[in-house]
């Protein structure tokens, strides 16, 4: 039998609640695999309150997961291992929407932002989540965290290098949070960085290969990638940063040209969902495998093509200790 | 005891100068070497004498100094069609100078 209760050894005999309260603390060497999308942008008719999901695992069309409180662009998001957090954005508001990831049922209240903006980004480790900047007009700095496990308004965590919108999920380790690219509104090269588990202002963490504004990242704990956005058109360049060690970030493969696409990922695979690829707003969902980047492969459909979408996962890079 | 309007840049070591309280608004690039690339926008903290780069009389000297740098920025509105709109100088200019608190 393994030496009982051994966390980096998940052979041998458990009690249901230990597996349980290791999940929910981030020790349990678990992947979760459901990426729950929600709200965004359907175009001149105004917000969406769809939520849909995919399983990461296996490739395949999103499925219905409830309704958001209202029609949101919901760009930014993270998750904990049990819930998904949205900062919604509705001219410019505070609220913050939270589901149970492992249900498909409508979203809650969990509190509000101290500061009201739209296009925030958002990132997370397994006990505190970040919204950062968004546009407040003017674009504002602001980092403010919550604790994911709680009900509660989010609270000061410091601020951004650079006061910017538009940077959508981003990638994490446990301890680590790194935002990347954003809108002031032209768009940004900068990526900075916060340790999670402490507060104060960002620092400079390196540049991406290009200014690049609506886009979003995702990743492992030890490896972020950045996918699509706006330069001065919708690209479709991915990058990959290393989030332990301050650089620059390097190309890592191509998805299909938007902006305003939602990421979120396994720790093993990377997921682009929706997005706008002018004129149009797209459904579609495509992967990267995070351990070898190259061409993104089509992995499915949301329900609804829509951009400015936002993304929560139960297997992010900020929930895995060293997958 | 007063706060001013600056440019700054971040420090050699890639942080926010502790001279600032609310910064880091509408980057211009520079020749300097990153993480020192940008000329940023921020309040100082009350009472410091740090002035940075230069100091900001009024909003009209932040949005003539904005239209240096800004005149083909374009921002998305939120839910339209992808439509972009121009960058509104005067009103990013105000709204900087409304963190002047003293």
């Not at chain 2, 609310?22 to 309040?43: E, R, T």
Request: include cysteine; glycine fraction near 14%.
């Amino acid at each position: 039998m393994a030496n009982y209760p051994q966390l980096d050894d998940i052979q041998g005999v458990w009690k249901m609640k230990d597996i349980s309260d290791a999940r929910k603390s981030g020790l349990w060497r678990y992947i979760g695999q459901r990426a729950v999308f929600a709200g965004g942008n359907e175009g001149d008719v105004g917000g969406s309150n769809v939520m849909d999901y995919v399983t990461i695992a296996t490739a395949g069309n999103a499925s219905d997961f409830g309704n958001l409180q209202g029609a949101y662009e919901a760009a930014g998001g993270f998750g904990s291992h049990t819930r998904a957090f949205f900062a919604s954005s509705a001219s410019p508001s505070r609220v913050i929407d939270f589901v149970q990831i492992d249900t498909t049922g409508n979203s809650a209240d969990f509190g509000d932002m101290a500061t009201g903006a739209f296009f925030r980004g958002g990132a997370a480790s397994s006990t505190r989540g970040l919204f950062s900047g968004g546009d407040g007009s003017p674009d504002i700095n602001n980092i403010e965290y919550i604790t994911m496990a709680t009900l509660g308004d989010g609270t000061d965590f410091g601020d951004l290098t650079v006061a910017r919108r538009n940077h959508g999920n981003h990638s994490s380790s446990p301890t680590r949070a790194c935002f990347t690219g954003g809108q002031v509104p032209a768009s940004q090269n900068v990526i900075d960085y916060v340790e999670i588990a402490t507060t104060g202002n960002a620092l400079d963490f390196g540049d991406l290969t290009a200014a690049t504004g609506s886009v979003s990242s995702c990743g492992s704990s030890t490896r972020g990638i950045t996918g699509a956005g706006y330069v001065s058109a919708a690209v479709s360049t991915a990058q990959f940063i290393t989030i332990a060690s301050q650089g620059n970030a390097n190309n890592f493969g191509d998805l299909t040209a938007r902006y305003g696409a939602a990421a979120g990922s396994n720790s093993v695979r990377a997921l682009w969902g929706g997005g706008n690829t002018v004129p149009a707003y797209s459904n579609v969902v495509e992967s990267m495998e995070i351990a070898t980047g190259g061409a993104a492969p089509d992995f499915g459909n949301l329900t609804e093509a829509r951009g400015n979408v936002g993304c929560g996962t139960n297997g992010h890079g900020g929930l895995n200790n060293g997958i | 005891m007063a706060n001013k309007i600056i440019k700054y840049n971040l420090t050699a070591e890639g942080t926010i100068p502790t001279y600032i309280d609310d910064g880091g608004y509408y980057p211009k690039a520079n020749s300097n070497a990153s993480p020192q690339d940008w000329d940023l926008i921020g309040a100082t903290v009350d009472g410091s004498s740090e002035e940075g780069l230069g100091v900001f009389a009024n909003a009209a000297a932040i949005k003539t100094y904005l239209d240096t740098y800004t005149s083909s920025w374009t921002t998305e509105e939120l839910d339209s069609d992808g439509t972009r709109v121009a960058f509104n100088q005067t009103t990013a200019a105000n709204a900087i100078w409304t963190k002047k608190t003293s």
